[in-house]
């Protein structure tokens, strides 16, 4: 078996079945964008992301966190043009790539850098990282992060009392940031893709 890792997720894959699984995979992607012009799916915006998409695919839903379980994108009106796209669509096809091969998805290893603050305008910071077979740590692209806020002086594994903010994605180098209101501590916390069940990954930023 050779593990495969892949935005955040890990399948292990016969070799035997390595070319069939990317065979698979590209035909995933090719099928995305069949689904406006043969299936009438509405796509208003052409993102190849859909007001209502098949029920095997709740992650290529152009709707908001958490009527799309993983993403918040903007919806019909406004293209989804960034790196949560694109990775939507990856998570889609892997997934079908596990289904139609073989080999189970699950969660590869994945952290926060430490979380900071500054810049201007003041801002908190921070990347996501997935480990590799390699053992490298890749950059965890368009992955959803959700932004939380406590008093100065909290730890950050404090579990209740944190006032959502709101939500945003890490771009195609891991990196996630939100503008800085007020002093106080700033929890960013991944909001995982399925194969991770409940895992939380959370890193914090005191700002005085």
């Known amino acids: 078996m050779v593990p495969?890792?892949?935005y955040g997720l890990l399948r292990q894959v016969d070799i035997a079945d390595s070319m069939k699984s990317i065979i698979s995979?590209?035909?995933?992607?090719?099928?995305?964008?069949?689904?406006k012009l043969?299936?009438?799916?509405?796509?208003a915006d052409d993102d190849a992301l859909f007001q209502n998409p098949p029920a095997s695919s709740p992650e290529l839903r152009d709707a908001a966190y958490p009527i799309n379980p993983e993403f918040n994108f903007l919806g019909e009106a406004s293209q989804d043009l960034g790196s949560s796209a694109v990775t939507a669509r990856e998570w889609n096809a892997e997934r079908f790539a596990s289904l139609n091969v073989g080999g189970a998805l699950s969660c590869?290893?994945?952290?926060?850098?430490t979380v900071t603050y500054g810049g201007t305008p003041l801002q908190v910071t921070g990347q996501l990282t997935f480990v590799d077979d390699s053992g490298a740590a890749v950059p965890l692209a368009?992955?959803?992060?959700?932004?939380?806020?406590?008093?100065?002086?909290?730890?950050?594994?404090?579990?209740?009392?944190?006032?959502l903010l709101g939500y945003t994605s890490t771009a195609g180098d891991?990196?996630?940031?939100?503008?800085?209101?007020?002093?106080?501590v700033y929890r960013f916390t991944l909001v995982p893709p399925r194969e991770c069940g409940s895992l939380?990954?959370?890193?914090?930023?005191?700002?005085?």
């Open 142 to 163: 368009g992955v959803l992060v959700r932004i939380e806020k406590r008093a100065v002086g909290v730890q950050c594994d404090t579990p209740s009392g944190w006032t």
């Open 200 to 208: 939380v990954v959370s890193s914090c930023a005191t700002v005085p």
């Open 174 to 184: 891991g990196w996630a940031s939100y503008p800085l209101p007020s002093s106080g």
């Open 25 to 35: 995979h590209e035909a995933r992607h090719s099928w995305q964008f069949t689904l």
């Open 108 to 113: 590869a290893p994945i952290s926060w850098s």
């Open 4 to 6: 495969t890792y892949y």
């Open 38 to 43: 043969i299936d009438g799916l509405t796509d």
